[in-house]
């Protein structure tokens, strides 16, 4: 297997065997895959392709002369879909073109494979609508489909997954892209930082069957590191909600005693005050002054002591 790279997308040549010309007869099948991070629908798909498998085909003969008995190779190119709508984009360059045409946009590729391996249209992996729970745990492909949209509990477990079933030599390219996708895909999605991007430590730990457990580690320090920031921020709000609720309590017993003029002024006023011992002094003052202007007065002198008032 060989490995074109261009760009973000990547382009991979695999054999396979021609059955009208028995065991002997092969060709070879370019595959275009194109990784992308395509959240929305790019409805210029279809056009984007188009030109990616001519550029593709113009690589490929570059400085050679095509002959009349020579042939363009097959292609199949693959979309990867990552958003949360359904990929609505036309799959042909002249469903783009010719509004007549646009049902034909609904038609299952595959039932037209020679337009297809031509670069007419496209396949899609629309992962949002995989049901990751039933993919095979023994196909890299379907493994990478999961990790389009990972979970954090299955991501440790299938990252690990795909560095054994790409195991082989010659597919040491592949296993750094996918694992660098792995982990790229972790941190947009979750902000998580899976630790596959270091390919030295990921082969020491899968040499030792550790690598698994490393992943799981990772992940619960993540999660335990979650747990506290929104216990830590629970706390922070806790306290706020609760001022919030003495700064209201005390305005509703100024209108009470006084009227709703010295509790709006005085709601002012509370503002400034961020702890509980300066309000606790503020309900001490409504009981003990005689008018809302006398309490008003003392709270803008920063009257009683410890009172933190603008």
Same mark, same amino acid.
């Given at each position: 297997?060989?490995?074109?790279?261009? /760009?973000?997308?990547?382009?991979? @040549?695999?054999?396979?065997?021609?059955?009208?010309?028995?065991?002997?007869?092969?060709?070879?099948?370019?595959?275009?895959?194109?990784?992308?991070?395509?959240?929305?629908?790019?409805?210029?798909?279809?056009?984007?392709?188009?030109?990616?498998?001519?550029?593709?085909?113009?690589?490929?003969?570059?400085? @050679?002369?095509?002959?009349?008995?020579?042939?363009?190779?097959?292609?199949?190119?693959?979309?990867?879909?990552?958003?949360?709508?359904?990929? !609505?984009?036309?799959?042909?360059?002249?469903?783009?073109?010719?509004?007549?045409?646009?049902?034909?946009?609904?038609?299952?590729? !595959?039932?037209?494979?020679?337009?297809?391996?031509?670069?007419?249209?496209?396949? !899609?992996?629309? !992962?949002?609508?995989?049901?990751?729970?039933?993919?095979?745990?023994?196909?890299? /492909?379907?493994?990478?489909?999961?990790?389009?949209?990972?979970?954090?509990?299955?991501?440790?477990?299938?990252?690990?997954?795909?560095?054994?079933?790409?195991?082989?030599?010659?597919?040491?390219?592949?296993?750094?892209?996918?694992?660098?996708?792995?982990?790229?895909?972790?941190?947009?999605?979750?902000?998580?930082?899976?630790?596959?991007?270091?390919?030295?430590?990921?082969?020491?730990?899968?040499?030792?069957?550790?690598?698994?457990?490393?992943?799981?580690?990772?992940?619960?320090?993540?999660?335990?590191?979650?747990?506290?920031?929104?216990?830590?921020?629970?706390?922070?709000?806790?306290?706020?909600?609760?001022?919030?609720?003495?700064?209201?309590?005390?305005?509703?017993?100024? /209108?009470?005693?006084?009227?709703?003029?010295?509790?709006?002024?005085?709601?002012?006023?509370?503002?400034?005050?961020?702890?509980?011992?300066?309000?606790?002094?503020?309900?001490?003052?409504?009981?003990?002054?005689?008018?809302?202007?006398?309490?008003?007065?003392?709270?803008?002198?920063?009257?009683?002591?410890?009172?933190?008032?603008?």
């Amino acid at each position: 297997m060989r490995k074109r790279s261009y /760009a973000n997308d990547i382009v991979w @040549r695999v054999p396979f065997r021609d059955r009208s010309a028995g065991n002997a007869g092969h060709a070879w099948l370019h595959l275009i895959l194109m990784i992308e991070v395509q959240g929305t629908v790019d409805h210029l798909m279809a056009l984007r392709v188009r030109n990616y498998v001519d550029n593709h085909h113009m690589e490929l003969w570059r400085g @050679r002369r095509f002959g009349a008995r020579d042939r363009l190779a097959p292609v199949l190119p693959i979309v990867i879909y990552t958003g949360k709508t359904r990929w !609505t984009a036309a799959r042909r360059v002249i469903d783009l073109v010719t509004p007549s045409a646009s049902r034909q946009a609904e038609l299952d590729l !595959t039932s037209r494979t020679n337009e297809l391996f031509a670069g007419d249209g496209y396949l !899609t992996l629309d !992962t949002m609508r995989v049901a990751v729970d039933d993919l095979p745990r023994d196909n890299a /492909a379907a493994l990478l489909a999961g990790i389009c949209n990972p979970t954090m509990e299955r991501l440790p477990e299938d990252a690990a997954q795909l560095r054994v079933l790409l195991d082989d030599p010659e597919l040491r390219p592949l296993l750094e892209i996918v694992l660098l996708w792995a982990d790229r895909t972790a941190q947009r999605s979750m902000n998580f930082d899976l630790g596959a991007d270091d390919m030295a430590v990921v082969d020491r730990l899968h040499e030792s069957g550790e690598l698994e457990d490393y992943f799981a580690a990772r992940r619960r320090a993540y999660q335990a590191q979650f747990r506290a920031e929104g216990v830590e921020q629970g706390i922070e709000r806790g306290i706020e909600r609760g001022l919030a609720d003495e700064r209201n309590l005390l305005c509703r017993q100024a /209108a009470r005693k006084f009227d709703s003029r010295t509790a709006d002024q005085l709601a002012e006023l509370l503002a400034d005050i961020a702890n509980s011992e300066g309000l606790a002094s503020v309900g001490d003052l409504i009981i003990d002054c005689a008018t809302g202007e006398e309490l008003i007065a003392h709270l803008r002198d920063g009257a009683p002591d410890g009172l933190r008032t603008g």
